[in-house]
């Protein structure tokens, strides 16, 4: 599997490079995916009618050929993530595909000092087997 890095940001709705603990490293991402209803529109934010700029917080995305809308949740959760990932643990250097549905992960918050439910990316290392924990933290 060779994942195909996005050109620009436009082509995704998610994008994310980080450190994984302290040895590892991952670089996320999500294309963006046509229409469902007429399969011709790229789905995305809805523009803004007068200065054409896109509403990057809304909570819903639409199509710009038919207008079919989604709620911004049910449309991500029929994407897929596309992740390259160097293992924290084992330093493995792999690919992973996944459903970019989210999932409520338990993960300690250094910050806080407690558990704490977040979304997240979870999956297994393809060579040592351990859980990769990549949180969404969606600005
Ligand atoms: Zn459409
Ligand atoms: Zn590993």
Avoid at 42 to 64: F, H, N, S
Wanted: proline content about 4%; charged content about 40%.
């Amino acid at each position: 599997m060779v994942l195909k890095m996005p050109n620009s940001m436009e082509e995704c709705v998610y994008f994310t490079r980080r450190k994984l603990e302290d040895k590892g490293f991952a670089i996320a991402w999500v294309y963006r995916e046509k229409c469902p209803k007429c399969k011709k529109g790229l789905m995305g934010k809805p523009r803004d009618e007068k200065t054409g700029k896109v509403k990057i917080l809304a909570k819903e995305y639409v199509c710009p050929e038919c207008g079919y809308t989604m709620e911004k949740g049910e449309y991500e959760d029929t994407l897929t993530a596309d992740i390259q990932y160097t293992c924290p643990h084992c330093e493995y250097k792999g690919e992973h595909q996944m459903s970019f549905k989210r999932k409520k992960v338990k993960v300690f918050d250094k910050e806080e000092q407690k558990k704490k439910s977040v979304d997240a990316l979870k999956f297994k290392c393809g060579k040592c087997g351990e859980d990769i924990l990549i949180t969404k933290k969606m600005k």
